[in-house]
């Protein structure tokens, strides 16, 4: 998988604050709520992996709680984290 169409650390902030930040606001955006930790997850494995990771493998380690609770499938997160990465292409 190329690097473009990783989501990186980057996409969302510099650091691991802001990079829950900017995960929370991707879910704010979305009109879902993060009481499952979600968010939290997703950075610590953008911060684990410098090179990123793709958007597929980010909704994979979604707690399931998190889906049932927003009503979405894994598919409708990974899309909405890979327009992360395509808009930070534009």
Known sequence: MSRQNRVQLNHFGDNERAAIRGVLTLFQSQGWRDSHGAALKIAETLMRDPAGASAQRLAADAPSSFLVENAISRKRL?????????????
């Open 78 to 90: 990974q899309s909405a984290l890979q327009r992360v990465t395509e808009a930070s292409r534009t």
